[in-house]
C-alpha cells in the first residue's frame, strides 16, 4: 500500500513542474527543420529516393481539402451542370505524388514559408504555409500540416493534410494541369 501511495503522489507531482520540464529540444526542431528543406529540395530536385526516405512508411496519410470557392469555380466551368460535383476531399500517397512530380517536365517547386515547428522530441507538429509552382504559374496554395515522429532514423513524417486555393487563371500553355 505504501508503494502504491508513493507512486500515486510521484504520478501527481509530475502536474506541478515547470512548463520548462518538457520543452522542444533545440536539436529536435533544427532536426525537423532539415527534414522540411530535404522535402522541399526533393521536389524541385525530383528526387524520389530522397522524397520518400522522410516519410514513416509508404501508405502516410496524404490527403488535402480544396476551398468551398474553388469547389465553386470548378463546378461552374463543368460543361453540363448535372456532372458530378468535384470532391472537397481527395487522398493520395507521398509515392504516387513524388512519381508525378519526377515525370512532370516542367520546373516544380513547393515554397514554405511561416513554418510553425511543435516538438516534446518525440513526436512533433510542423504547420506552415505553402505554394506549388510549375515554373512561374502558381498552381495552388494553402496551410500545409504535418505529424513527425523521431525513430531510430531520426525524423518522419506521419501524415500530412493540406487546404488548397486553386488558381484561377488558368495556366499559360506550356504548363501541364
Do not use: C
Amino acid at each position: 500500500m505504501k508503494r502504491l501511495s508513493a507512486a500515486i503522489l510521484m504520478l501527481g507531482g509530475l502536474n506541478v513542474l515547470p512548463h520548462y520540464a518538457f520543452a522542444q529540444p533545440a536539436d529536435s526542431k533544427a532536426q525537423i527543420e532539415q527534414v522540411v528543406e530535404t522535402f522541399r529540395t526533393a521536389i524541385i530536385n525530383k528526387d524520389e529516393e530522397t522524397f520518400l526516405k522522410l516519410f514513416l512508411k509508404e501508405d502516410t496519410t496524404w490527403a488535402g481539402v480544396t476551398t468551398d470557392a474553388s469547389i465553386e469555380r470548378l463546378y461552374a466551368n463543368r460543361p453540363k451542370p448535372e456532372m458530378k460535383r468535384p470532391f472537397k476531399f481527395f487522398t493520395s500517397s507521398p509515392p504516387k505524388f513524388i512519381s508525378s512530380i519526377a515525370k512532370n517536365k516542367g520546373k516544380l517547386a513547393e515554397t514554405i514559408s511561416n513554418v510553425s515547428i511543435d516538438s516534446d522530441g518525440e513526436v512533433g507538429q510542423v504547420w506552415f504555409d505553402y505554394t506549388f509552382v510549375d515554373g512561374s504559374y502558381k498552381e495552388n496554395w494553402g496551410k500545409e500540416s504535418w505529424q513527425m515522429v523521431r525513430t531510430n532514423d531520426g525524423w518522419k513524417i506521419a501524415a500530412v493534410v493540406w487546404s488548397q486555393e486553386l488558381n484561377p487563371t488558368p495556366p499559360p500553355a506550356n504548363v501541364t494541369p
